[in-house]
């Protein structure tokens, strides 16, 4: 399994909060997690203490593809998290579940057709 330092993907050492929907698309971009996707690797993301959270954008950027195209269930499965103390943990798991239900309110071409047949 596939070991990632998220806080290698901060726009300086000085940052603490991972921000923005194109930062988040940019690192989801150089950790090729497309082809990781399809190949269904599983990957643990370590976060560091010192970190304190996730912004809802930067998390859409990063992980809405994976979850849109593979489902809630394989995300949680195949991406684990890994935090280096208890009150990291804390502060990222609130962010986290916060983002999987923002990209499950996300209206996109696949899901919008889905929505308007009422089988969501």
């Known amino acids: 399994?596939?070991?990632i330092i998220l806080k290698k993907y901060l726009p300086t050492q000085s940052h603490n909060y991972f921000n923005g929907r194109l930062e988040g698309k940019d690192t989801r971009t150089s950790l090729q997690l497309d082809i990781k996707d399809k190949n269904k690797?599983?990957?643990t993301?370590?976060?560091n203490k010192g970190l304190v959270g996730m912004n809802v954008s930067f998390f859409l950027g990063l992980f809405s593809k994976t979850i849109l195209e593979?489902?809630?269930e394989d995300f949680?499965?195949?991406?684990v998290f890994e935090y280096e103390d208890e009150n990291t943990k804390k502060?990222?798991?609130?962010?986290?579940?916060y983002g999987i239900k923002a990209v499950l309110r996300e209206i996109t071409p696949k899901n919008?057709?889905?929505?308007l047949r009422g089988n969501n």
Request: no cysteine.
């Open 1 to 3: 399994m596939e070991k």
């Open 112 to 115: 919008l057709l889905e929505r």
């Open 70 to 72: 593979y489902g809630v």
């Open 76 to 79: 949680k499965k195949r991406y």
């Open 91 to 97: 502060l990222f798991e609130k962010d986290m579940e």
């Open 41 to 43: 690797e599983e990957i």
């Open 45 to 47: 993301f370590y976060i």
